[in-house]
Nanobody
């Protein structure tokens, strides 16, 4: 499974971005998919996940401002981020692990496949 993120860039406070993550193939029938981010000098944070059943979970830091979704047919994962703040500045990664459960973990150690990351910079 190869994951490739796109859609990062520079945006002003209050702006919006939509990140995309394209998968080259899916070996397993069902996955948990997620978005993580790592601000400069900080640890990796799981911010949004979605199961093959469409069940989502968000970190408190983005709840109400982020929406994770997927186009299963196109094998693309999305993250819509609104009302961006300078503290949202980070490298954003998409990740996946095989799962048949309807609820996904937000722990990075549970995720097996990772993209290369895309930078998001929010200026004040």
């Amino acid at each position: 499974e190869q994951l490739v993120e796109s859609g990062g860039g520079a945006v002003q406070t209050g702006g919006s971005l939509r990140l995309s993550c394209a998968a080259s193939r899916y070996t397993y029938n069902s996955y948990c998919l997620g978005w993580f981010r790592q601000p400069p000098g900080e640890e990796l944070e799981g911010i949004a996940v979605i199961s093959s059943y469409g069940v989502t979970s968000y970190a408190d830091s983005v709840k109400g401002r982020a929406t994770i979704s997927q186009d299963s047919a196109k094998k693309i994962l999305y993250l819509q981020m609104n009302s961006l703040k300078p503290e949202d500045t980070a490298v954003y990664y998409c990740a996946a692990y095989p799962s048949t459960f309807d609820y996904c973990s937000r722990l990075s150690t549970d995720f097996r496949y990772w993209g290369q990351g895309t930078q998001v910079t929010v200026s004040s």
